[in-house]
């Protein structure tokens, strides 16, 4: 959910002006963690350096990456894209994340395009997480005609690359999760989506607005079994939460299976996990909803017996 009431980027845009100099690549050091504003904080850990990246929404005309050793403090925006006079989105640049793959960085992210009002996913390529980054699919991967966001990145078992995101419930009504297969090099779609899931499917997910269901932020992990999950994004009885689906074929095509309750419930989403340099399972959010106090947000998490994830720290009221 990228825009309750005043537009997100704008927020960004005031909380960030200052840090900026006039190459946009201004690095301040030591911003505690509880400084940083950002939605939707995908963090990359990079064994190669022994450095967290962490992406995700932070203004309106392209995107930063902060930098940790720590987890705690961290260095930045650095700008890594910037929005120019001729390309075609226009205002919105939510929830980068990046993905190593085949010997570079990839990073998916949603962009409105100038022409539609559209959002869509599209993927820019670097050689370092730190950028710059180029657009390497020409325009989103995601149909033409939809109001889509949130794509990630899932490779399968055979090596085929796959983009899970969300069709949005501003179009539908009842928001869904789908996967696309995209070719190997990722600058193009390989055939229509299939429909994951909707929003409602979820027994923990209550309507936005009346009846309106809405899909954020899928991210998929294997668990310890083999098994395949997707954390994933809308709003339940505390406001903003996260969820989880298992695919009870173990494949991305499904069928998914709804947790009955939210992996984190109380007004905050949009969670990845990675694995900290020392072994410890984090999921990473940002909370709370509500602009522009939004920050980042670790959690450890554990697996169960059964597959399932738990966080171990208790929800801070």
């Given at each position: 959910m990228k825009k309750p009431g005043f537009p997100v980027w704008l927020f960004a845009l005031l909380s960030f002006g200052s840090l900026y100099a006039q190459d946009g690549n201004v690095l301040p050091a030591g911003i505690p963690t509880d400084g940083v504003h950002i939605r939707d904080p995908f963090v990359l850990a990079d064994s190669s350096d022994g450095t967290y990246y962490m992406y995700g929404t932070t203004r309106g005309d392209g995107f930063d990456v902060f930098s940790s050793r720590d987890l705690e403090t961290w260095q930045g925006p650095r700008a890594?894209?910037?929005?120019?006079?001729?390309?075609?989105?226009?205002?919105?640049?939510?929830?980068?994340?990046?993905?190593?793959?085949?010997?570079?960085?990839?990073?998916?992210?949603?962009?409105?395009?100038?022409?539609?009002?559209?959002?869509?996913?599209?993927?820019?390529?670097?050689?370092?997480?730190?950028?710059?980054?180029?657009?390497?699919?020409?325009?989103?991967?995601?149909?033409?005609?939809?109001?889509?966001?949130?794509?990630?990145?899932?490779?399968?078992?055979?090596g085929n690359p796959w983009m899970v995101f969300c069709h949005e419930w501003t179009q539908l009504g009842d928001g869904t999760v789908e996967a696309v297969r995209l070719s190997r090099d990722l600058k193009k779609a390989v055939g229509k989506p299939a429909t994951l899931f909707r929003a409602s499917s979820a027994p923990w997910v209550r309507p936005h607005t009346p009846g309106n269901y809405v899909t954020d932020g899928p991210?998929?992990?294997?668990?310890?079994?083999?098994?395949?999950?997707?954390?994933?994004?809308?709003?339940?009885?505390?406001?903003?939460?996260?969820?989880?689906?298992?695919?009870?074929?173990?494949?991305?095509?499904?069928?998914?299976?709804?947790?009955?309750?939210?992996?984190?419930?109380?007004?905050?989403?949009?969670?990845?996990?990675?694995?900290?340099?020392?072994?410890?399972?984090?999921?990473?959010?940002?909370?709370?909803?509500?602009?522009?106090?939004?920050?980042?947000?670790?959690?450890?998490?554990?697996?169960?017996?059964?597959?399932?994830l738990c966080l171990v720290e208790k929800q801070a009221e």
């Open positions: 890594i894209f910037q929005r120019t006079p001729d390309f075609w989105g226009d205002q919105c640049f939510w929830a980068a994340e990046c993905h190593a793959y085949k010997g570079k960085y990839y990073l998916f992210a949603t962009v409105r395009g100038a022409a539609d009002s559209l959002l869509g996913t599209a993927v820019f390529v670097a050689d370092s997480p730190k950028g710059p980054f180029r657009e390497h699919s020409k325009g989103r991967l995601t149909p033409r005609t939809w109001q889509a966001l949130d794509g990630t990145l899932y490779v399968d078992g055979k991210f998929l992990y294997r668990n310890r079994k083999g098994e395949l999950l997707m954390l994933w994004s809308s709003f339940g009885d505390r406001g903003y939460a996260i969820g989880v689906a298992r695919s009870q074929s173990g494949e991305v095509a499904g069928p998914w299976l709804q947790m009955p309750e939210a992996l984190f419930a109380r007004d905050g989403g949009h969670g990845m996990l990675f694995r900290a340099f020392d072994g410890e399972l984090l999921l990473s959010i940002h909370r709370p909803n509500v602009p522009p106090d939004e920050r980042p947000r670790f959690f450890r998490v554990e697996e169960k017996a059964d597959g399932s």
